[in-house]
């Protein structure tokens, strides 16, 4: 049996039951996506995160 880290979207608790035990609401199972060598959406993670650091200094 395979058990998988999952994370209420309410209330930002992670959890490894199928309802959140401080609201009881919907729960979505978290994991990073595949890695792949051709990444599609690299330069728009990179420049999100360049933004990112702009707008906080």
Not at 9 to 35: E, Q, R, S, W
Request: hydrophobic share 25%.
């Amino acid at each position: 049996m395979k058990m998988k880290m999952k994370r209420c979207n309410a209330c930002m608790i992670y959890t490894l039951k199928d309802l959140c035990p401080k609201c009881g609401g919907d729960l979505n199972v978290i994991y990073p996506p595949k890695y792949s060598i051709e990444d599609k959406y690299g330069k728009y993670r990179r420049k999100f995160k360049e933004e990112l650091i702009d707008s906080q200094t």
